[in-house]
Nanobody, 124 residues
Framework: QVQLVESGGGSVQAGGSLRLSCAAS????????MGWFRQAPGKEREFIAA????????YYTESVKGRFTISRDNAKNTVYLRMNSLKPEDTAVYYC?????????????????WGQGTQVTVSS
């Protein structure tokens, strides 16, 4: 059973940056594609970014392209989300997730394991 723990959330001003980390344990991390989702109050959880098990392929939702970067370090069993040029509309709880697939996935049901989430708050 894969367990995921996110960290790195916090409060920043608009235009600032944060790097989220998600540490995995209990499974073979390198055999999972990984993704980041977020959920704002009153809204559904939405896909943000995903990366293949080897790290060669990434997907992003349109609203974060050019601002966010997903990466992974299989030696450290960790996936990262670098967030630059943050906007107030990026405020949400951010979740990482693991999928038993080679390629990156964009749909919630394609993910098998989820972390508990980390809060990101961007003030204007």
């Amino acid at each position: 059973q894969v367990q995921l723990v996110e960290s790195g959330g916090g409060s920043v001003q608009a235009g600032g940056s944060l790097r989220l980390s998600c540490a995995a344990s209990g499974g073979t991390f390198s055999s999972y594609a990984m993704g980041w989702f977020r959920q704002a109050p009153g809204k559904e959880r939405e896909f943000i970014a995903a990366i293949s098990w080897g790290g060669s392929t990434t997907y992003y939702t349109e609203s974060v392209k050019g601002r966010f970067t997903i990466s992974r370090d299989n030696a450290k069993n960790t996936v990262y989300l670098r967030m630059n040029s943050l906007k107030p509309e990026d405020t949400a709880v951010y979740y990482c997730a693991a999928s038993r697939s080679v390629g990156p996935r964009t749909l919630r049901y394609e993910y098998d394991h989820w972390g508990q989430g980390t809060q990101v708050t961007v003030s204007s």
